[in-house]
């Protein structure tokens, strides 16, 4: 029961997704302005900072566009290299 607990906790952090909505999912290169991006055109506060990886889990917003309602999810920063390579906030 205790690693179903630990399941739950780490669960719950995750951001909901909505399947059923018209998603927009920023992926890129770090420090490129994905957040900013993502926090100009959303209601969502996302951190940001001058140096790499500052995003370090997924982040939902939302927005309206032609009376439309869309969820954009902005990512961490992702680097082209063998998987061996990748750091743990790229292996999420």
Known sequence: LAYL????????????????????IITGFPNVGKSSFMNQVTRANVEVQPYPFTTKSLFV????????????????????????????????
Request: hydrophobic share 30%; no cysteine.
């Open 5 to 24: 607990e630990e399941v739950r906790k780490h669960l719950a952090r995750l951001p909901g997704i909505d399947p059923h909505t018209r998603s927009l």
């Open 61 to 92: 917003g939302h927005t309206d566009y032609d009376y439309l309602t869309w969820q954009v999810i902005d990512t961490p920063g992702l680097l082209d290299r063998p998987i061996a390579e990748r750091n743990t906030i790229e292996m999420q």
